[in-house]
């Protein structure tokens, strides 16, 4: 089994954590990133989202990434759908209504766009390891 680091108010005050907004032709992906305040450069990690989308659980995820020296990246996948579309704990609950919105917001967004990988996320991910390899 892994064990995660427990994140302490030590740890908090020493990440940096911001949201980007990354343009693309379709809007502003919105992105979490986070990595340590100091002893980088730190290597660049990816984090996708899983189909409920973003919501706490996977900021706190991305932050345990940080805590152990890594530049984690999280982007709102769902971007096209607007910027509605981060979610509760219960959005993972069968019948909940943050379930329905969450399908309700995604399902045409998914439809149109399924098939169109959106190039400027790996961009990002290419400037932001360039980046911190030249620290």
Known sequence: MLAWPTRHTEDAKDMIEKILDIPTKDGAIETFVCCPERGGPYPPVLFLMDAPGIREEL????????????????????????????YGADVLEKGSAEQARMRAAVKPVHDKFAAAYDPAIVTLFRSELERVSKL
Do not use: S
């Open 59 to 86: 900021y706190e995820m991305a932050r345990r990434l940080a805590t152990v020296g890594y530049y984690v990246l999280l982007p709102n996948l769902y971007y096209r759908a607007g910027k509605d579309t981060k």
